[in-house]
């Protein structure tokens, strides 16, 4: 009787374990089947900039008007990006040079506490995009202090009276001692511009959705 006993528990336990492991099983492959994004802007990928390749990570509906996408190498994370392109794309007329304003202001405001951050306005000889680049450090609390080389480039759009407008961002990330990171993005600049001035902006196709609740 006491193996008969014995034989039940065993086989009863045998029976919960392989549940339990079919269950975590489950969740495992649940939890790392990969998200669809939506494309929202409908642009052809991936995009290349600077030799690298850039899929589609994240796309955001922040409003009824303003759409916005970020971009990241193959082997890249986008909560701990090397190199990032963001797209945000406003279904509505925006002054370019109010736009530029307000972020150079925010900038200048970053400049009196980082003494490592720079910054230059550059237009196009025909006036119709201007490109904002900066360098810019940071030591957040978790994780390595990095400093930042980003350049946004503005658009404005007339499409057979349809306006909208466009803002074209690259990110490049070095970890480590600021000062070093700082002065090996710099030497960079130079050839980051030039990718950027030769690099079209991609094609827009605008679906619109939901606004997406704020967290």
């Not at 986008?78 to 304003?101: G, H, P, Q, R």
Request: proline share 4%; net charge neutral.
């Amino acid at each position: 009787m006491k193996n008969k006993i014995l034989l039940y528990a065993f086989c009863l336990y045998s029976f919960s374990s392989t549940v339990l492991a079919q269950e975590t099983k489950t969740e495992e492959t649940a939890a790392s089947a990969p998200v669809e994004v939506i494309d929202r802007l409908n642009i052809p990928g991936p995009i290349t900039f600077n030799d690298g390749e850039f899929i589609l990570a994240m796309s955001k509906q922040n409003s009824a008007t303003w759409a916005q996408q970020q971009y990241i190498l193959r082997d890249d994370d986008l909560k701990n990006y090397k190199e990032l392109i963001n797209i945000s794309y406003f279904d509505k007329e925006i002054d370019m040079e109010t736009a530029v304003k307000q972020k150079v202001d925010f900038i200048e405001k970053r400049k009196s506490k980082d003494k490592n951050t720079f910054m230059d306005v550059t237009e196009s000889p025909d006036g119709k995009e201007i490109i904002v680049d900066y360098l810019t450090t940071d030591t957040p609390k978790e994780g390595e202090s990095f400093a930042e080389y980003n350049l946004d480039r503005f658009k404005s759009y007339d499409v057979n009276g349809k306006k909208s407008f466009v803002i074209f961002s690259y990110s490049k990330r070095t970890a480590g001692d600021l000062k070093y990171a700082a002065r090996s993005l710099s030497k960079e600049r130079s050839r980051l511009m030039e990718a950027a001035i030769k690099t079209a902006i991609p094609p827009v196709t605008y679906k619109p959705t939901a606004v997406e609740p704020k967290k």
